[in-house]
């Protein structure tokens, strides 16, 4: 385990039509954040997510249109090939109340979005490939 400390903030509001995942990473990238936590609420007009085949060593991918909440997007940000990357997940509300999600996948068209992100100051979290289970993990 490692030790950090909040060393920022921030709070905003995503535009409707946006990527989700794409809106976030830029926003990282921009104020090259290394390490940190997100979190969203907001609606979807399409949502894009996956979940990882443990047996293939790859990520299949879902695609739903229509109007969903977004109950929550969990998620962290690291380094990847030199460069902050990150990774979320989300679960969404149907018109019936159904739930689903799983792996945030580029494709999410947002609604409306409340973004927070939490940059955190310590030692940068930095994947490498994992042969055990074919991931890049921190």
Sequence with gaps: MKQYSVKKVFLGRLQKGDD??????????EKNIET???????????????YYDMQKEEYEFITRKGEFEILNVSGNVSIKDG????HAHIL?????????????????KIFAAELYIQEL????LVREFDKE???TLW
């Design 20 to 29: 989700l995942l794409k809106e976030i990473t830029a926003f990282v990238k």
């Design 36 to 50: 940190g936590f997100i979190n969203v609420i907001g609606a979807a007009t399409k949502a894009v997510f996956g």
């Design 83 to 86: 460069e902050p990357m990150v």
């Design 92 to 108: 969404f509300a149907d018109d019936k109340g159904n739930t689903f999600g799983g792996h945030l996948a580029e494709g999410t």
């Design 121 to 124: 100051e310590g030692e940068a």
């Design 133 to 135: 289970t074919g991931l």
